[in-house]
Nanobody, 115 residues
Framework: QVQPVESGGGLVQPGGSLRLSCAAS?????????MGWYRQAPGKQRELVARITNGGSTNYADSVKGRFTISRDDAKKTVYLQMNSLKPEDTAVYYC????????WGQGTQVTISS
């Protein structure tokens, strides 16, 4: 089964930035589907925080609107998440997937916001 590979996480101070990447090289129909970034904080359910359609339209959870930007490169079968003005409450494991045609979940990438 196709499994996305997320990368780019790390430990940053509040107010800092990170850029996450997600490669789905095994997805035959990557350019057809919307892609999404999800996150799961300890003790909480996984939530969709950003979504981008195959046409480039984007949607964001209220908690990240104005701070996060999702983008995609269909030629590279990669989706990105630029995260700015990071807050401690953004701490979570971040995953990508296809909201409308889910792939197997990858291992995610840990994002920790702490001073």
């Amino acid at each position: 089964q196709v499994q996305p590979v997320e990368s780019g996480g790390g430990l940053v101070q509040p107010g800092g930035s990170l850029r996450l990447s997600c490669a789905a090289s095994g997805s035959r129909f990557f350019s057809i589907y919307a892609m999404g970034w999800y996150r799961q904080a300890p003790g909480k359910q996984r939530e969709l925080v950003a979504r981008i359609t195959n046409g480039g339209s984007t949607n964001y959870a209220d908690s990240v609107k104005g701070r996060f930007t999702i983008s995609r490169d269909d030629a590279k079968k990669t989706v990105y998440l630029q995260m700015n003005s990071l807050k401690p409450e953004d701490t979570a494991v971040y995953y990508c997937n296809q909201p409308d045609a889910p792939l197997s979940w990858g291992q995610g990438t840990q994002v920790t916001i702490s001073s």
